[in-house]
């Protein structure tokens, strides 16, 4: 692959050889051929190799910053439970789901104070640049994850199979969409890059130390993830003393600075990963109050995340027992079971998790991406046993030609999946950037809290409490959302205050929807009381509450998919003498049915899609002053 030293050097020819042979140069003479030393073999590999890395590394870094850019944002829970939360460390003000109540506590604020640091640096900076800079930084973090794996499997497995890894992990769609994802889930997923690489080049520390992290810090059911660490040094090897060491060093070292900060934003002793799995398995109501899915939801997920990758994967058993097989006749089935060892566990561990998540009711496409990693590494591990076993025999010019083709089959589904979600959902993003700049800028933060208890810059009033613009207002700008509460980017995209001065408010108006809203966070002047306050009127059952509405007719500006209207879901297009649009993008009706199993709505085909799908308009509405 590389070129060899021996092709780069240039030879002397025989009339060089006679001259040198002829002549007796002086020392320090201008006939004297000044000697360059050559690079041997091994030297000028390895600077090829690190072009060759370097190049890999740039092409994923710009893969993850594209997504940190035009990736779409497609899950409430991502903007109401972190987003927000954010928002309120950097700027005073956010919405608070039920989750963030001190009487429930399943969420983590030290996960939230992670995002804060690097946030703080840049939160003089415009709030929607703050916001992509985050999503950038998760993307590298995942970016670096991946190279680490990739360099951790050339040289522990081969380097064919960590060039197939490499490429199926860099062109999935899902990881496309999961690495800029402000989601415990999607940090999960970066930090099983990081798990992979540490235990096939057998770092046990640092890889317990992910695990560790992944499930206190991130979610508690990524302990799953471990399972490879446990077998393997507890049952193949003898090394449970480094096993048991570096799982409480790990465990209570991030557990103790987890829970002293939890416990001093929400004011009492908390273990939110605790608290979390004891709703969600144990005593709670579980998650199955917000919808239920059957196990093809994760079927269809899968080939659109992953699309001919879940072939080959399937491809994996009957090569296996064709390997077992061959391994056995040749007498060498031991050395086959230690060689493969590896990979068996992480296919254990991917089936295993599809088991228990497969078996619940609810069912997210975010709860699949902690394994993505493995998705990549054993689709990469199974072309490769294929390339090996039948590809291989063949012709070189066949076997380039039949690898370009699926790999470039495999390319090309990707991005027509990665190009339609963003051409079908990305309106929700654009429309409220461009209603930012309608309302104008005025003040770009009104507060920074930072870590502790300070005050914010928030002016105050003779008695010491913050001034009115504190609390709603008659001069308040009022920006309301019916049924798409659930596509609102976050606070990021919403100015604190217009070019006027005046205070700009996110407000819902009743829908069709029944369950619980968010509200906002307590308006105070310091952080730490509205993280402790506990909030009226909130429930674990996602029971509506009445209390989160405000009427149309109090409504400056209305965000609405365009779409027939009913009893409680208005279409403002019909009301031209009191509602006038100002801003539309194009979005995917999804209520109009589609051809061919809908997969021109779930792949975009130039032309065809656009002849097949049916669009509408995300649009925002200006009220008509009387």
């Not at 393997?232 to 409480?248: P, Q, R």
């Given at each position: 692959m590389f070129a060899s030293s021996e092709n780069l050097r240039e030879r002397p020819n025989?009339?060089?050889?006679?001259?040198?042979?002829?002549?007796?140069?002086?020392?320090?003479?201008?006939?004297?051929?000044?000697?360059?030393?050559?690079?041997?073999?091994?030297?000028?590999?390895?600077?090829?190799?690190?072009?060759?890395?370097?190049?890999?590394?740039?092409a994923l870094s710009a893969f993850r910053l594209f997504s940190g850019f035009f990736g779409v944002i497609n899950d409430c829970d991502e903007v109401y439970n972190y987003w927000e939360p954010l928002h309120l460390f950097l700027y005073g003000e956010g919405f608070q789901t039920w989750e963030y109540s001190p009487?429930?506590?399943?969420?983590?604020?030290?996960?939230?104070?992670?995002?804060?640091?690097?946030?703080?640096?840049?939160?003089?900076?415009?709030?929607?640049?703050?916001?992509?800079?985050?999503?950038?930084?998760?993307?590298?973090?995942?970016?670096?994850?991946?190279?680490?794996?990739?360099?951790a499997i050339c040289r522990n497995i081969n380097a064919r199979t960590g060039r197939f890894f490499y490429f199926f992990s860099v062109f999935s769609p899902g990881v496309f969409l999961a690495s800029a994802t402000f989601l415990p889930s999607s940090f999960c997923m970066s930090l099983s890059y990081y798990?992979?690489?540490?235990?096939?080049?057998?770092?046990?520390?640092?890889?317990?130390?992910?695990?560790?992290?992944?499930?206190?810090?991130g979610w508690p059911f990524?302990?799953?993830?471990?399972?490879?660490?446990?077998?393997?040094?507890?049952?193949?090897?003898?090394?449970?003393?480094?096993?048991?060491?570096?799982?409480?060093?790990?465990?209570?070292?991030?557990?103790?600075?987890?829970?002293?900060?939890?416990?001093?934003?929400?004011?009492?002793p908390v273990v939110a990963s605790l608290n979390i799995v004891l709703y969600n398995v144990l005593s709670g109501p579980g998650p199955s109050l917000y919808g239920e899915e059957p196990i093809t939801f994760y079927v269809k997920n899968l080939f659109l995340n992953w699309n001919i990758a879940v072939f080959i994967i399937l491809?994996?058993?009957?090569?296996?027992?064709?390997?077992?097989?061959?391994?056995?006749?040749?007498g060498g089935l031991g050395a086959f079971y230690r060689r493969n060892s590896s990979v068996v566990l992480f296919a254990i561990t991917a089936a295993l998790w599809m088991l228990i998540f497969g078996s619940q009711a609810h069912k997210e496409e975010r709860f699949l991406f902690p394994i993505y990693p493995f998705i990549a590494l054993l689709a990469a591990v199974v072309y490769n046993c294929f390339y090996e076993t039948i590809i291989g025999r063949l012709a070189v010019n066949r076997q380039q030609i039949i690898t370009v083709m699926i790999l470039s089959c495999f390319a090309l589904l990707s991005v027509s999946r990665?190009?339609?979600?963003?051409?079908?959902?990305?309106?929700?993003?654009?429309?409220?950037?461009?209603l930012e700049k309608e309302l104008g800028s005025g003040v770009e933060y009104n507060a920074n809290f930072g870590l502790g208890t300070e005050e914010n810059g928030l002016s105050k009033d003779s008695s010491g409490s913050p001034k009115s613009d504190m609390k709603p207002g008659s001069n308040d700008v009022q920006i309301c959302v019916g049924k798409e509460w659930h596509r609102f980017p976050s606070s990021f995209f919403v100015p604190n205050y217009d070019r006027n001065g005046r205070k700009v408010r996110m407000q819902f108006v009743k829908s069709e929807f029944t369950g619980l809203l968010p509200?906002?966070?307590?308006?105070?002047?310091?952080?730490?009381?509205?993280?402790?306050?506990?909030?009226?009127?909130?429930?674990?059952?996602?029971?509506?509450?009445?209390?989160?509405?405000?009427?149309?007719?109090?409504c400056d500006y209305f965000v609405d998919l365009d779409m027939p209207a009913t009893e409680l879901e208005p279409n403002l297009g019909e009301k031209p003498a009191e509602w006038k649009p100002i801003i539309t993008r194009p979005f995917i009706d999804l209520s109009k049915p589609t051809k061919y199993f809908g997969l021109l709505r779930a792949f975009y085909v130039p032309h065809f899609s656009d002849k097949t799908n049916s669009m509408t308009t995300y649009t925002v509405y200006k009220k008509i002053s009387e």
């Amino acid at each position: 692959m590389f070129a060899s030293s021996e092709n780069l050097r240039e030879r002397p020819n025989k009339t060089s050889m006679k001259n040198r042979k002829g002549s007796t140069p002086q020392k320090g003479g201008l006939n004297e051929e000044p000697r360059r030393p050559i690079p041997s073999r091994q030297e000028d590999s390895w600077s090829n190799e690190q072009d060759f890395d370097l190049t890999m590394m740039l092409a994923l870094s710009a893969f993850r910053l594209f997504s940190g850019f035009f990736g779409v944002i497609n899950d409430c829970d991502e903007v109401y439970n972190y987003w927000e939360p954010l928002h309120l460390f950097l700027y005073g003000e956010g919405f608070q789901t039920w989750e963030y109540s001190p009487i429930y506590a399943i969420r983590s604020y030290f996960y939230i104070g992670l995002h804060y640091i690097p946030a703080w640096f840049v939160s003089f900076r415009p709030k929607v640049e703050v916001f992509i800079f985050i999503r950038c930084m998760l993307s590298l973090l995942c970016a670096c994850g991946e190279y680490y794996a990739y360099r951790a499997i050339c040289r522990n497995i081969n380097a064919r199979t960590g060039r197939f890894f490499y490429f199926f992990s860099v062109f999935s769609p899902g990881v496309f969409l999961a690495s800029a994802t402000f989601l415990p889930s999607s940090f999960c997923m970066s930090l099983s890059y990081y798990i992979i690489a540490s235990f096939v080049s057998r770092r046990w520390t640092l890889g317990i130390f992910c695990v560790a992290f992944s499930a206190l810090v991130g979610w508690p059911f990524s302990a799953v993830i471990g399972l490879p660490f446990v077998v393997h040094m507890l049952l193949l090897e003898d090394l449970k003393a480094e096993f048991v060491l570096a799982s409480l060093g790990s465990g209570l070292g991030i557990g103790v600075v987890q829970f002293l900060t939890d416990t001093h934003y929400f004011g009492k002793p908390v273990v939110a990963s605790l608290n979390i799995v004891l709703y969600n398995v144990l005593s709670g109501p579980g998650p199955s109050l917000y919808g239920e899915e059957p196990i093809t939801f994760y079927v269809k997920n899968l080939f659109l995340n992953w699309n001919i990758a879940v072939f080959i994967i399937l491809l994996g058993c009957p090569l296996a027992l064709w390997r077992l097989w061959a391994s056995r006749r040749a007498g060498g089935l031991g050395a086959f079971y230690r060689r493969n060892s590896s990979v068996v566990l992480f296919a254990i561990t991917a089936a295993l998790w599809m088991l228990i998540f497969g078996s619940q009711a609810h069912k997210e496409e975010r709860f699949l991406f902690p394994i993505y990693p493995f998705i990549a590494l054993l689709a990469a591990v199974v072309y490769n046993c294929f390339y090996e076993t039948i590809i291989g025999r063949l012709a070189v010019n066949r076997q380039q030609i039949i690898t370009v083709m699926i790999l470039s089959c495999f390319a090309l589904l990707s991005v027509s999946r990665a190009f339609s979600v963003h051409r079908n959902y990305a309106a929700q993003s654009e429309i409220y950037e461009a209603l930012e700049k309608e309302l104008g800028s005025g003040v770009e933060y009104n507060a920074n809290f930072g870590l502790g208890t300070e005050e914010n810059g928030l002016s105050k009033d003779s008695s010491g409490s913050p001034k009115s613009d504190m609390k709603p207002g008659s001069n308040d700008v009022q920006i309301c959302v019916g049924k798409e509460w659930h596509r609102f980017p976050s606070s990021f995209f919403v100015p604190n205050y217009d070019r006027n001065g005046r205070k700009v408010r996110m407000q819902f108006v009743k829908s069709e929807f029944t369950g619980l809203l968010p509200k906002p966070f307590k308006a105070t002047m310091n952080l730490i009381d509205a993280t402790r306050h506990e909030p009226s009127d909130m429930n674990d059952m996602n029971k509506e509450e009445t209390s989160r509405y405000v009427s149309l007719d109090s409504c400056d500006y209305f965000v609405d998919l365009d779409m027939p209207a009913t009893e409680l879901e208005p279409n403002l297009g019909e009301k031209p003498a009191e509602w006038k649009p100002i801003i539309t993008r194009p979005f995917i009706d999804l209520s109009k049915p589609t051809k061919y199993f809908g997969l021109l709505r779930a792949f975009y085909v130039p032309h065809f899609s656009d002849k097949t799908n049916s669009m509408t308009t995300y649009t925002v509405y200006k009220k008509i002053s009387e």
